[in-house]
């Protein structure tokens, strides 16, 4: 079997630089193009670098409809989410101590809660129900008259269900209460209104929309500063929110990736839609599957699916030809299951053979047809090994 | 998954398990461990004379476990039944380059192997 190719499907973990992304970067980079500081206001090299720095974040505000006073450069959507959390938190304490998340965040928003537990910050950690979908019901029982922040991701990474976001930022307006969303994994793959969804933070990130790693941005509803405490200071870029040179090339392949992104969005969300109904289709015919989440509240290209009678790690090991992610860290030692799938209830043997698929912009019908056909044979060959091997699925191996 | 490198015999029992399947007829059947734990392996025994004739390896568990019972039904063909404690997990790790946290897989393997060892002896 050749692994040297495998077929990409692990667009939800990060995605290829689109090539009008890479050029426009390039401009940003070299002796002959727009490689000053952007800070340096004193020279029209540096103005050109700062104009391509404000076009880049007009085309991030837009995709968001916020307005470009209220985005703020990050590393990416961990540095956000961080930003967002912490900086809520330490200025804001005297509103309350208690912060409102899920079970199913990302381990930037979850180890971030941690670290404010230390610090003396209550935290509520909401369980959705076995869709994985978390309900503005579920927070208003957890908001209580000292709650300060309620942190919900919008697209959950390992499961593609979205939450309630417009519902539950309504209530969180109604309540006083400061709204943050992750939405690294919704930017540019379904609409997004800062106003209309009543969100107060947003944490969204270039490299899961065909941008470079290592750029991301925070919205910061209204006048950015004084807004939060800063994470990283040094220089009062970023209207002190976070200091350090702006790395020009990442920052306007952020605004080109966004850019694309929405413009593309409508027709690219229908065709990746068909692809994972086609992908699910071909798949399920093995008999024995799971989706995981709810099969309507999701994002267009993500199917999590888990298998009855394989093991989890030697299931990936025979996917090789796939690049694919497991819900499960199964080489460890511990052979922990995915806390996202055992949040849904999902018991361990079935969280531990799950697979992520996540479909993207150069994903075709040939992959996905592909795909199945390798899953459902290999799938098939792994049932045939198990000790309650059907008859029929171990008559190859009958002596 | 942060590694999945495996030796270039893990890699070939994986995708070729040799002994695999069950046997049919009078046979012994030895198992240990627990589907839900992750790791389960079943070995039959078909016996001639004191000896074991015949032997496949029925596994869920990872590629180190199938690979390992697909190499312990092979290195059971023709023991006789009396040559008990045979199998060295140890050195079966070595040869199978198994990384040491995954040592656990392997003294389920043993354990099954025991299990249909000591069922055939009481026959």
Sequence with gaps: MSTKNPIYMDYAATTPVDDRVARVMCECMTREGVFANPASSSHQPGRDARGRVETARRQVAELL????????????????????????????????RHIVTSRTEHKAVLDTCKQLEQEGFEVTYLVPGSDGVITAELVAEAIRDDTLLVSIMHVNNEIGVTADIEDIGRLCRERHVLFHVDAAQSAGKLPLDVDAMCVDLMSVSAHKIYGPKGVGALYVRGQVGNR??????????????????????????????????????????????GLRHRLWDGIRGLGGVWLNGCPERR????????????????????????????????????????????????????????????????????????????????VNRLRGLAPEATADAARDWAV | MEDLSYSALVRERFEKPGNAGRLLGDVVTGMAGEKAHGTRVEFDFRLRDGRVERARFRAYGCPHTIAAASWVAEQAEGR?????????????????????????VLLVVEDALRDATSKALRI
């Design chain 1, 65 to 96: 409809n916020a307005s470009p006073t209220e985005i703020v450069w990050t590393s990416g959507a961990t540095e956000s989410d961080n930003l967002a959390l912490k900086g809520a938190a330490h200025r804001h304490s005297a509103r309350g």
């Design chain 1, 228 to 273: 939060l405490e800063p994470l990283i200071h040094g220089g009062g870029h970023e209207w002190g929110m976070r200091s350090g040179t702006l790395a020009t090339h990442q920052v306007v392949g952020m605004g080109e990736a966004f850019a694309i992104a929405q413009q593309e969005m409508d027709t690219e969300s229908r065709r990746l839609t």
């Design chain 1, 299 to 378: 994002a267009a290209g993500l199917l999590n699916v888990s298998f009855e009678g394989v093991e989890g790690e030697s299931l990936l090991f025979a996917l090789r030809e796939l690049a694919v992610s497991s819900g499960s860290a199964c080489t460890s030692a511990s052979r922990e299951a995915s806390y996202v799938l055992r949040a849904l209830g999902r018991d361990d043997q079935l969280a531990q053979s799950s697979i992520r698929f996540s479909l993207g912009r150069y994903s075709t019908e040939a992959d996905v047809d592909q795909c199945v056909e390798i899953v459902t044979r290999e």
């Design chain 2, 80 to 104: 006789d039944l009396e040559e008990q404690g045979w199998l060295d997990p140890h050195a079966l790790a070595d040869v199978l380059e198994l990384p040491e946290y995954k040592l656990g």
